[in-house]
């Protein structure tokens, strides 16, 4: 009856959203008087399996199975929803990452329970009470989740990544889950470059300088891209602007955009709707400018400069090239 | 080959700068909003229109809302889709229960001699976010299904789709029928033109009222979270405020 948690790795190690999903999962397993538990997957799995001890599990579970090399979702999920029959854990949590999201889907889907994603909070019972992210992350909904196992993921980058108050010694059990050929019908065939042009990526950067509707025009981008460069930055956008055309999707920040966590976030000419703010709630400082004091966005900035972006970005990136010389 | 595609969306509300809940904190207040779909399903219905311009066939769009989301099945015709179908429901369904909901309208559709080659969902629904409903559509029809799609192209009688990943694309390849989860990128599409609207007004479209079962999982309250709306310290106006911002970069150590 342990608490079960699906585990991802890079070099074999968990990763950042694995150990958040840990963290949280520890609290939740400490109230239903559970052992703690992980699944893991993929190549490193034995290594990073070995590592979990400091953030408290007992026992991780490795699947070993030729068909797993290749990511394959409906696999990852056949291998969850076959360790739940096993185990009968209280619960099965996952990082709110995309693949283990897929793969959670997949394990409900197959053992026909509820999923819960993007949990920033969970108390054990039946039914189990859990905090979730809607319009991502710009509500909140509290809900009960039924189901005879509770499926739900944690919300990356919400919950800390805290150690376990006192280690343990984590065992190591392999097993392979019967998989289908089904199962393995979809799967990564290949993986194919993304040419990054060089440049700095949106999800990456430490400035990000974004234009909006009130740039006017793909041409009005101009100052935006002259401050972004004295920055070192990368430049962003919201969907006025990609719909419009004046520049592509991979720059649009946003809830269905990428979500950015600069040290300083500069929109310019975005009027601050929940869906731009739900790709900008990482950032650690917003600098709103914007010709309207009354804008959604300089309520939700930390520092706002009321006036029109083509006059006061220029004499920004002027002053930053004064600042630099004197 | 002529295809046969179906388009999942859901209808909400287009919520501008602030989030208010209504009284019961069970729903938006959404007097004084518009409508719409995510844009992911937006994206969706664009590629199922183009499909369809290039290789005929037929398309549908389904919905599972209150009666106005006809205006959203209505403006997805606009764009080309051919007919429709709305299942009424005046509160939300749960994942699961929508799924359900979903597969009963394709038993139907089936019933009456049309099966769908390829079926389209938003990878999450703009309000909900519950990353599965099209997850277990596929597990139920016994369909292969790829997720977080920005390419699809037509290949030998099956699927290539792209999906984007840290550092690049990893590409799936599949057999049709088969269901697909699309994100916005996908492609860039068409506003309606004014014929379209004129057309998609008569346009079939059918209803249905399945029931709502107990939710697996079931609200107990939303809550706007904290932090929406503390104001912005004022650098300035105009390009005279370019020195204050400068300390500001300086202090985040930019400058
Ligand atoms: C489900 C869903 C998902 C969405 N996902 C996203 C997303 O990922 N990202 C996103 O951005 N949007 C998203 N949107 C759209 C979002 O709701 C807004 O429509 C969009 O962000 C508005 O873009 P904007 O701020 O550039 O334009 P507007 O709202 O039109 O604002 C323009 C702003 O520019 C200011 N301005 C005008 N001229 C100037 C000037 N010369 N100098 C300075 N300021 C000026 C105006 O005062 C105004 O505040 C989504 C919507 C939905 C429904
Ligand atoms: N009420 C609904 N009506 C029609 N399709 C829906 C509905 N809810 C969800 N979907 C579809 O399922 C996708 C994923 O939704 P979700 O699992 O809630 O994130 C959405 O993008 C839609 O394509």
Same mark, same amino acid.
């Given at each position: 009856m342990a608490v079960l948690v699906l585990v991802e790795h890079v070099g074999g190690t968990a990763d950042d959203v694995s150990r958040q999903a840990l963290a949280l999962a520890r609290g939740y397993a400490e109230a239903a008087g559970q052992p703690l538990e992980a699944v893991l997957i993929g190549a490193g799995a034995d290594q990073a399996a070995a590592g979990l001890g400091d953030l408290g599990v007992q026992t991780a579970h490795v699947a070993v199975h030729d068909g797993l090399s290749a990511y394959a979702p409906q696999a990852w999920g056949r291998t969850l929803a076959d360790l739940v029959e096993r185990l009968a854990p209280v619960a099965l949590i996952a990082p709110g990452s995309e693949r283990a999201t897929e793969a959670m889907a997949h394990a409900a889907a197959i053992a026909d329970l509820p999923l819960a994603a993007n949990c920033i909070e969970a108390a054990p019972g039946d039914p189990a009470t859990v905090t979730r992210l809607r319009w991502g992350g710009s509500l909140l909904e509290q809900a009960r989740l039924h189901g005879a196992v509770k499926l739900f993921t944690v919300a990356p980058h919400m919950v800390e990544a805290t150690a376990a108050s006192a280690a343990v010694q984590t065992t190591v059990a392999e097993f392979t889950p019967a998989l289908t050929d089904a199962d393995l019908a979809?799967?990564?065939v290949e993986r194919a470059q993304t040419d990054s042009g060089g440049g700095i990526s949106l999800a990456d950067a430490k400035v990000v300088v974004s234009g909006g509707r009130g740039t006017g025009s793909a041409e009005g981008f101009a100052p935006v891209e002259a401050l972004a460069a004295a920055l070192g930055g990368a430049v962003g956008c919201s969907r006025a602007v990609t719909i419009a055309g004046w520049r592509p999707h991979t720059d649009q920040v946003g809830q269905t955009g990428t979500k950015i966590a600069p040290e300083i976030y500069i929109p310019c000419g975005i009027s601050g709707a929940t869906q731009h703010m739900a790709g900008c709630k990482g950032a650690k400082r917003i600098l709103a400018i914007n010709t309207d004091p009354d804008a959604p966005i300089v309520a939700n900035a930390d520092y706002a400069v009321i006036g029109d972006l083509h006059e006061v970005l220029p004499a920004i990136t002027a002053a930053i090239a004064k600042a630099r010389g004197g | 080959m002529p295809l046969n595609i179906l388009c999942c969306v859901k209808r909400v509300p287009m919520t501008g700068g602030r989030i208010v809940l209504q009284a019961d904190a069970q729903a938006i207040e959404t007097r004084h909003l518009g409508f719409t779909i995510s844009p992911h399903e937006e994206c969706g219905v664009e590629e199922a229109v183009r499909l369809i311009e290039q290789h005929g066939g037929s398309s549908t769009v389904l919905t599972l809302g209150p009666a106005e989301a006809e205006e959203q099945l209505r403006d997805c015709m606009a764009l080309g889709i051919d007919r429709a179908i709305l299942l009424l429901a005046q509160d939300e369904f749960d994942g699961q229960a929508t799924a359900a909901a979903i597969l009963e309208a394709i038993a139907a559709e089936r019933a009456a001699g049309t099966e769908y080659d390829l079926i389209f969902f938003g990878n999450e629904s703009a309000d909900a976010g519950g990353y599965q409903v099209g997850i277990r559509v596929a597990h139920a029809l016994g369909r292969p299904c790829a997720t977080g799609l920005k390419s699809i192209a037509l290949a030998d009688g099956g699927l290539r789709c792209e999906q984007e990943v840290p550092g690049g694309r990893d590409v799936y390849q599949f057999a049709l029928p088969a269901i697909v989860t699309v994100k916005e990128g996908l492609n860039l599409p068409r506003y309606p033109s004014v014929p379209g609207r004129m057309r998609a007004k008569r346009k079939p479209l059918e209803t249905r009222t399945p029931v709502r079962p107990a939710? +697996?999982?079931?609200?107990?309250r939303l809550v706007v979270p904290?932090?929406? +709306?503390?104001q912005a310290e004022i650098l300035g106006?105009?390009?005279?405020?370019a020195p204050a911002v400068v300390e500001v970069l300086r202090q985040a150590g930019l400058v």
């Open positions: 979809v799967r990564v | 939710a +697996g999982v079931e609200r107990v904290e932090g929406q +709306g503390t106006h105009g390009p005279d405020a």
